[in-house]
């Protein structure tokens, strides 16, 4: 997560972007090969083992941020023991999977952007029409193709390979993007999407969690201490606690006790006959 990944990964975005920008049928090329015309349809749609290969990146994906949503889960619950992993790393693998795959990709983009997905284009046997990747005005009216959403989860990865000690740092760097790569050239074959979403996916992931990475971890104006992410759940939490006991104690306080009357008294409240 430095200056020459981002560097990189805008270079071949500019590359990508200007490039089927130009030529936007290279996505209809690319995507061709996978398309089956005497059965219809994309080969890998028809493939239970590939279908089954989807459920278990979207396993992956889970069982990877479910420590750093347990932690901070547990510490909401129990704001005065510490956190079960380090609360930047919690924040990092939380925040980024929450922004990058679910807000931006499935909430944002695929549900605006009406880029029809290959397996619905006219020239894949559907009936809408094939628009570039820049061209938010396709006939696909919501969960449509750009950016792919599960390559998205894929690529994620990257979060959690940062936070991976620096000597492993490049092999789990490399296992990530192989990762999104291979979810991505899956998504392909089944007719989900175009390559332009699968390397937009990839770009949009990686900007999200290199943006988190610097404002937690690197950036002198911003970064924290996992220390400091505790403090800050505790001052969240606590008071809400605090005020929730004493709620619990008074609706449980013991009802007024009757004291027994002396022979002839009054009630305090009853006025006294006569004037």
């Not at 924040?91 to 999977?97: H, Q, Y």
């Not at 009406?114 to 094939?130: L, W």
């Not at 006939?139 to 792919?148: G, K, M």
Request: proline fraction near 10%; glycine fraction near 10%; hydrophobic fraction near 50%.
């Amino acid at each position: 997560m430095n200056r020459t990944g981002l560097l990189i990964a805008l270079a071949l975005a500019a590359v990508v972007g200007l490039l089927f920008g130009v030529y936007p049928k290279l996505d209809l090329d690319l995507a061709r090969p996978f398309f089956d015309p005497i059965a219809g349809g994309f080969r890998a749609s028809f493939d239970p083992a590939l279908n089954g290969l989807r459920d278990l990146s979207r396993l992956i994906v889970t069982l990877l941020v479910a420590p750093a949503a347990l932690a901070m889960v547990a510490k909401l619950v129990l704001p005065r023991r510490p956190m079960l992993i380090p609360g930047r790393a919690a924040v990092l693998m939380v925040a980024t999977l929450a922004l990058a795959p679910g807000l931006l990709t499935n909430v944002i983009l695929k549900s605006h952007w009406g880029r029809p997905r290959p397996i619905d284009v006219a020239e894949f046997g559907g009936a809408q029409q094939f628009v570039p990747w820049w061209d938010p005005g396709g006939d696909c009216p919501d969960n449509c193709s750009f950016v792919a959403g599960e390559p998205s989860g894929a690529f994620w990865t990257l979060a959690p390979a940062a936070l991976v000690p620096p000597t492993w740092r490049p092999l789990a760097y490399a296992g990530a993007l192989a990762f999104g790569a291979g979810i991505g050239l899956l998504r392909m074959a089944g007719g989900g999407h175009f390559f332009t979403d699968v390397a937009f996916s990839g770009l949009f992931t990686f900007l999200t969690i290199w943006l988190m990475h610097g404002l937690i971890y690197r950036w002198p104006a911003t970064r924290i201490s996992d220390r400091t992410v505790e403090r800050a759940l505790e001052r969240l939490v606590l008071p809400l606690q605090v005020a929730a006991l004493r709620r619990l104690r008074r609706g449980r306080a013991p009802p007024p006790i009757d004291r027994p009357r002396a022979p002839g008294s009054r009630p305090a409240d009853v006025a006294p006959e006569g004037g």
